[in-house]
């Protein structure tokens, strides 16, 4: 793929996870200060009812963080260096609709006039794509899609 590499995708998705965990983790910190600030005022429906509010937070940042960690360990399991003839995990795959790479969900990457949408072996077109090879068409939203390089 002119101007985009392996590397690059790998090293784009990689950061995504990184911030994202760096940014779950800051707001775990920032509701556990506010639980822990919180004093029992007058008011003590309104304070167990923001106490509550807080925990269940905490609960959703706790989950989102587990689902960040597994994309993590997905992305220590992609090998950048294998070229395959079969699309799997680290395969970036141009299409006559568009271009992948199969690692995780990350959006899109762009480089000048390049763009490739980062993507798991998860999700509805990576399930498609995934044992497929060059010359291979599937069907994704009643579209024919044609494989016509793998890397």
Do not use: W
């Not at 399991?77 to 795959?93: A, K």
């Not at 609709?97 to 199969?102: A, H, I, M, V």
């Not at 068409?137 to 016509?148: A, D, H, P, S």
């Amino acid at each position: 793929m002119p101007g985009i590499s392996k590397k690059d995708l790998f090293e784009f998705c990689e950061t995504f996870v990184t911030d994202r965990i760096a940014r779950i983790r800051k707001n775990m910190v920032d509701i556990q200060e506010a639980l822990t600030s919180e004093t029992k005022s007058s008011a003590g429906d309104k304070h167990e009812t923001g106490r509550a509010m807080l925990q269940l937070e905490r609960e959703k940042l706790g989950n989102q963080l587990a689902q960040a960690e597994e994309m993590k360990q997905v992305l220590a399991r992609v090998r950048l260096q294998e070229n395959t003839e079969i699309i799997g995990l680290g395969s970036c795959t141009i299409t006559s609709k568009g271009n992948y790479f199969l690692a995780i969900s990350a959006g899109v990457f762009t480089n000048k006039d390049v763009s490739v949408f980062c993507i798991s072996v998860g999700t509805p077109i990576g399930k498609l794509l995934l044992g497929k090879s060059i010359g291979e068409v599937i069907i994704f939203n009643g579209e024919k899609i044609e494989i016509l390089k793998i890397e």
